[in-house]
T-cell receptor, first 113, second 113 residues
Framework: EAGVAQSPRYKIIEKRQSVAFWCNPISGHATLYWYQQILGQGPKLLIQFQNNGVVDDSQLPKDRFSAERLKGVDSTLKIQPAKLEDSAVYLC???????????FGPGTRLLVL | GDSVTQMEGPVTLSEEAFLTINCTYTATGYPSLFWYVQYPGEGLQLLLKATKADDKGSNKGFEATYRKETTSFHLEKGSVQVSDSAVYFCALRGQGGSEKLVFGKGTKLTVNP
C-alpha cells in the first residue's frame, strides 16, 4: 500500500511570495489533515477534511492560508502572502473514516527568507 | 483545551541502556493516547497507542501504559539500540468531537554505540 505522498519536499521563498503544497493521501482514506510543525515543537493541526468537506479549520490563519480538497482525494495547501514565521514543516496525514490511526507523509520543509 | 507535556530533550544514552520518556496530558473525559516516532529525514510513524485506562501499548520493544490516575503515558524500552535514535512525540486524541491529534513538543533521543 502506497503511503501519503507530498510535494515538494523543500521550498525556499521570500516573504510576501506565495507557495502551494500538494498532498495525495492513502487510497481509500476519507479523512485528510494538514499539520504545521515549527522547529522544536510538535505538529499543530491546521485543517481537517472529511471527503471534500472541512471538519475543523479553527487554527488555520485564514487571512493568508487556504486549503482545498475538491474531489475528496488529493489536497492543496496555499500560503499567500508568506511571512517569516511560516517557516516550518507542513505535514499531511490521512486516515480511514472513524479510525484513529493517522498516517503521515514525509512533509514539506518551507523556509521563508 | 487539551494539552500534552513531555520530557524535554535531548536524551543521550549508550546502547543497551534503559529508556524512559515521560508524558503527561490534560484532557476531559477519556482521550486516546499515542506515541509517534520521527526518524531522521522521514515522516511521523505511529509507534504504539492505548485507547482506555490501564491499556498497555507495545511495539518494537517499546511499551507505554495509560494511567488515568496520574494522567500519564510514559514511554519505556528496556534496551535501546543505535537504530532507535529519533524524535519521539506523545499525542492525544480527545474523546468525541474533532479527530485531531494534539502533540507534545517531542523528545530527541540519541543512542551511542
Amino acid at each position: 500500500e502506497a503511503g501519503v505522498a507530498q510535494s515538494p519536499r523543500y521550498k525556499i521563498i521570500e516573504k510576501r511570495q506565495s507557495v502551494a503544497f500538494w498532498c495525495n493521501p492513502i487510497s481509500g482514506h476519507a479523512t485528510l489533515y494538514w499539520y504545521q510543525q515549527i522547529l522544536g515543537q510538535g505538529p499543530k493541526l491546521l485543517i481537517q477534511f472529511q471527503n471534500n468537506g472541512v471538519v475543523d479549520d479553527s487554527q488555520l490563519p485564514k487571512d493568508r492560508f487556504s486549503a482545498e480538497r475538491l474531489k475528496g482525494v488529493d489536497s492543496t495547501l496555499k500560503i499567500q502572502p508568506a511571512k517569516l514565521e511560516d517557516s516550518a514543516v507542513y505535514l499531511c496525514a490521512s486516515s480511514r473514516q472513524g479510525i484513529e490511526t493517522q498516517y503521515f507523509g514525509p512533509g514539506t520543509r518551507l523556509l521563508v527568507l | 483545551g487539551d494539552s500534552v507535556t513531555q520530557m524535554e530533550g535531548p536524551v543521550t544514552l549508550s546502547e543497551e541502556a534503559f529508556l524512559t520518556i515521560n508524558c503527561t496530558y490534560t484532557a476531559t473525559g477519556y482521550p486516546s493516547l499515542f506515541w509517534y516516532v520521527q526518524y531522521p529525514g522521514e515522516g511521523l510513524q505511529l509507534l504504539l497507542k492505548a485507547t482506555k485506562a490501564d491499556d498497555k501499548g507495545s511495539n518494537k520493544g517499546f511499551e507505554a501504559t495509560y494511567r488515568k490516575e496520574t494522567t500519564s503515558f510514559h514511554l519505556e524500552k528496556g534496551s535501546v539500540q543505535v537504530s532507535d535514535s529519533a524524535v519521539y512525540f506523545c499525542a492525544l486524541r480527545g474523546q468525541g468531537g474533532s479527530e485531531k491529534l494534539v502533540f507534545g513538543k517531542g523528545t530527541k533521543l540519541t543512542v551511542n554505540p
